[in-house]
């Protein structure tokens, strides 16, 4: 999934998606980022706030162990 691959650090969902040369926002929610939370392959830098305009993702402390080890 090119999605683990972009994401540098904290991302937001705009930076995300422009780093993967999409414009739609629904179906980039739908089909990549809400696929990969549930999956635990990102998660939300304000779980508390998940619809708060600051929210940001990054790839989980596991996803980020293993993308180093290759």
């Known amino acids: 999934m090119n999605l683990l691959l972009i994401t540098q650090g904290e991302m937001s969902k705009a930076a995300m998606m422009e780093a993967l040369g999409f414009t739609g926002r ?5 089909l990549y980022l809400k696929p990969a939370l549930e999956k635990k392959l990102l998660e939300m830098t304000l779980p508390e706030k998940p619809k708060s305009r600051n ?16």
């Open 55 to 70: 929210q940001k993702y990054c790839l989980t402390a596991e996803r980020r162990k293993l993308l180093s080890a290759t």
């Open 26 to 30: 629904d179906n980039f929610e739908k």
